[in-house]
C-alpha cells in the first residue's frame, strides 16, 4: 500500500499532493521547478474524520519518500514518517485544549536546522485552530520566513478567522478535504482493516463518513453499545423527568469514557517521568532536585487533567453528532426524502417520531442538539448544556 491510500475517498486532493511530493523531490535533487510547484507551507482543512492530518502525514512521508517523492509507503523514509520516528518530522499533537507558545518556539527552532536526511524538515500541526494566540505569532514569523528547507502542514477545520489567524493563512495552500462517502469509508475497512464487507458497509454509514469512528464501531463493542444508547435517547424523552435522566446518563457515559482513556495514558505517564528525574537520591543539589521534581509533576498533571477536558468533551460531541444523525433520519422520513438514513438500526423509534413530530418540530430539535455542540466549544458547564438541551428534545 502507498501512503496514499490511507486518504480516502479525495482523489483530488491525492493529485495535488502527488505532484507538489515530486516537485519536491526535484528540488532536493538539484532539479528546476516550475514557480509554486511546491510551497513551504500548507493547510489541510475539513470537517472532523475527513482525514485532514491522515492527509498531512501522508503528504509528510511522501516528502521524506527515498524512492523520488512517490510516498511509496515501502522506503525508510516513508515508513518512519508513519511510525512517527523520522528525525526531520516535527509533531504537534494538542492533547489538552490548547497549543502553547514554549511548545511552538521549541518546534520553530529545531524545524530551523537542516534537515539531517538530506530531504525535508517537516512540521505537522494537528489541531492548528488550538494554538494560542502567542502560538500562533510564534509560528507566523517561521511562515513568513521558512528556511528553504523546511515545510509547514497545518491541520484545522476550515479557513475561518476562528481557525486560523489570517496572517498565517494567507501564507498558507490551502488543501480543502470533504466528508468522504460511506462506499469509501466502507472500501478502506475491507481493504485495510480486514474488515467484512458487511460489517464495514454498517459501521461507515452509521460513523457518517467518519474513517476512525467507523473503524471503531467496526472493531469495539463498546463504542457500539455507547452508541446504541444514545440513539435510544430520542423515543424516551417522554417527561421533563426522563429528560433530566437521559442528561444525566449522557454526561455520565462522556465521563467514563474520558476517565476509560486517561487511566489508561495517566499511571504510565506519570510513572516514566518519576523514573527519568530520577525519584530518591541523596547529597547536595537534592533539595533543589525535589522543587524542580516536584513541578514538572505538577505541569504533567496540569496537562493531563486538560487531556481529560478535552476526552470528556470530545466523547460528548460524539453522542451529539448520533443524535443530530438520528433527528436528520426522522426529517428525511417525515419530508419522504430519498436518502440513505445515518441509522438504519434505529428504523422503528424514527418512524415513530416521524409520526409524533412534524417536519418543523424535528428541525427545532435538530437545532437543538447542533445548539449544545456550539455551547460546549464555547466552553459551557456540560452538565447545563446537555440538559437545556434534553429539555428542548421532550416530545409532545
Ligand atoms: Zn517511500
Same mark, same amino acid.
Given at each position: 500500500?502507498?501512503?496514499?491510500?490511507?486518504?480516502?475517498?479525495?482523489?483530488?486532493?491525492?493529485?495535488?499532493?502527488?505532484?507538489?511530493?515530486?516537485?519536491?523531490?526535484?528540488?532536493?535533487?538539484?532539479?528546476?521547478?516550475?514557480?509554486?510547484?511546491?510551497?513551504?507551507?500548507?493547510?489541510?482543512?475539513?470537517?472532523?474524520?475527513?482525514?485532514?492530518?491522515?492527509?498531512?502525514?501522508?503528504?509528510?512521508?511522501?516528502?521524506?519518500?527515498?524512492?523520488?517523492?512517490?510516498?511509496?509507503?515501502?522506503?525508510?523514509?516513508?515508513?518512519?514518517?508513519?511510525?512517527?520516528?523520522?528525525?526531520?518530522?516535527?509533531?504537534?499533537?494538542?492533547?489538552?485544549?490548547?497549543?502553547?507558545?514554549?511548545?511552538?518556539?521549541?518546534?520553530?527552532?529545531?524545524?530551523?536546522?537542516?534537515?539531517?536526511?538530506?530531504?525535508?524538515?517537516?512540521?505537522?500541526?494537528?489541531?492548528?485552530?488550538?494554538?494560542?494566540?502567542?502560538?500562533?505569532?510564534?509560528?507566523?514569523?517561521?511562515?513568513?520566513?521558512?528556511?528553504?528547507?523546511?515545510?509547514?502542514?497545518?491541520?484545522?477545520?476550515?479557513?475561518?478567522?476562528?481557525?486560523?489567524?489570517?496572517?498565517?493563512?494567507?501564507?498558507?495552500?490551502?488543501?480543502?478535504?470533504?466528508?468522504?462517502?460511506?462506499?469509501?469509508?466502507?472500501?478502506?475497512?475491507?481493504?485495510?482493516?480486514?474488515?467484512?464487507?458487511?460489517?464495514?458497509?454498517?459501521?461507515?454509514?452509521?460513523?457518517?463518513?467518519?474513517?476512525?469512528?467507523?473503524?471503531?464501531?467496526?472493531?469495539?463493542?463498546?463504542?457500539?453499545?455507547?452508541?446504541?444508547?444514545?440513539?435510544?435517547?430520542?423515543?424516551?424523552?417522554?417527561?421533563?423527568?426522563?429528560?433530566?435522566?437521559?442528561?444525566?446518563?449522557?454526561?455520565?457515559?462522556?465521563?467514563?469514557?474520558?476517565?476509560?482513556?486517561?487511566?489508561?495514558?495517566?499511571?504510565?505517564?506519570?510513572?516514566?517521568?518519576?523514573?527519568?528525574?530520577?525519584?530518591? #537520591? %541523596? *547529597?547536595?543539589? =537534592?533539595?533543589? +532536585?525535589?522543587?524542580?521534581? &516536584?513541578?514538572?509533576? $505538577?505541569? !504533567?498533571? @496540569?496537562?493531563?487533567?486538560?487531556?481529560?477536558?478535552?476526552?470528556?468533551?470530545?466523547?460528548?460531541?460524539?453522542?451529539?453528532?448520533?443524535?443530530?444523525?438520528?433527528?436528520?433520519?426522522?426529517?428525511?422520513? #417525515? %419530508? *419522504?426524502?430519498? =436518502?440513505?438514513? +445515518?441509522?438504519?438500526?434505529? &428504523?422503528?423509534?424514527? $418512524?415513530? !417520531?416521524? @409520526?409524533?413530530?412534524?417536519?418543523?418540530?424535528?428541525?427545532?430539535?435538530?437545532?437543538?442538539?447542533?445548539?449544545?455542540?456550539?455551547?460546549?466549544?464555547?466552553?459551557?458547564?456540560?452538565?447545563?448544556?446537555?440538559?437545556?438541551?434534553?429539555?428542548?428534545?421532550?416530545?409532545?
Amino acid at each position: 500500500m502507498t501512503v496514499w491510500d490511507e486518504v480516502v475517498g479525495q482523489p483530488a486532493v491525492v493529485e495535488l499532493l502527488r505532484s507538489a511530493a515530486a516537485a519536491a523531490a526535484d528540488i532536493v535533487s538539484g532539479q528546476p521547478v516550475p514557480p509554486g510547484a511546491m510551497t513551504h507551507a500548507w493547510l489541510f482543512t475539513g470537517p472532523p474524520g475527513s482525514g485532514r492530518s491522515v492527509a498531512a502525514r501522508a503528504f509528510a512521508a511522501a516528502l521524506q519518500c527515498e524512492r523520488g517523492g512517490l510516498g511509496c509507503g515501502e522506503c525508510a523514509g516513508c515508513h518512519t514518517v508513519r511510525a512517527r520516528t523520522h528525525a526531520d518530522l516535527h509533531q504537534v499533537v494538542p492533547e489538552g485544549l490548547s497549543i502553547a507558545v514554549h511548545e511552538m518556539r521549541a518546534i520553530v527552532v529545531s524545524a530551523a536546522r537542516l534537515p539531517i536526511g538530506g530531504r525535508w524538515q517537516v512540521v505537522v500541526i494537528e489541531d492548528a485552530d488550538r494554538l494560542t494566540e502567542a502560538a500562533s505569532n510564534a509560528l507566523l514569523k517561521a511562515v513568513e520566513e521558512p528556511p528553504a528547507r523546511t515545510v509547514f502542514l497545518l491541520c484545522a477545520p476550515s479557513t475561518h478567522p476562528d481557525d486560523i489567524a489570517v496572517t498565517i493563512r494567507s501564507r498558507c495552500r490551502v488543501v480543502a478535504l470533504r466528508t468522504p462517502s460511506a462506499d469509501a469509508v466502507a472500501d478502506v475497512l475491507v481493504r485495510r482493516d480486514k474488515i467484512d464487507p458487511a460489517e464495514a458497509a454498517w459501521a461507515a454509514q452509521a460513523a457518517q463518513g467518519h474513517v476512525g469512528r467507523a473503524r471503531r464501531l467496526a472493531r469495539d463493542g463498546q463504542a457500539r453499545d455507547r452508541r446504541r444508547a444514545v440513539i435510544s435517547v430520542p423515543a424516551s424523552l417522554t417527561s421533563l423527568a426522563a429528560c433530566f435522566t437521559a442528561a444525566d446518563q449522557l454526561v455520565k457515559a462522556a465521563e467514563e469514557e474520558a476517565a476509560a482513556v486517561s487511566a489508561e495514558l495517566d499511571g504510565p505517564e506519570t510513572e516514566a517521568l518519576e523514573r527519568s528525574l530520577g525519584a530518591g #537520591g %541523596t *547529597g547536595r543539589g =537534592v533539595a533543589a +532536585a525535589v522543587r524542580g521534581t &516536584a513541578g514538572a509533576i $505538577r505541569d !504533567l498533571q @496540569r496537562r493531563q487533567k486538560s487531556r481529560a477536558t478535552r476526552a470528556q468533551r470530545d466523547a460528548l460531541d460524539r453522542a451529539l453528532v448520533d443524535l443530530a444523525a438520528f433527528y436528520r433520519d426522522v426529517l428525511v422520513v #417525515g %419530508t *419522504g426524502a430519498e =436518502v440513505r438514513p +445515518a441509522h438504519p438500526d434505529a &428504523a422503528d423509534d424514527v $418512524r415513530r !417520531l416521524a @409520526r409524533a413530530l412534524a417536519p418543523e418540530d424535528a428541525l427545532v430539535r435538530l437545532e437543538a442538539v447542533l445548539e449544545c455542540r456550539e455551547e460546549l466549544e464555547l466552553n459551557v458547564k456540560p452538565r447545563v448544556a446537555v440538559e437545556a438541551m434534553a429539555v428542548a428534545l421532550r416530545l409532545p
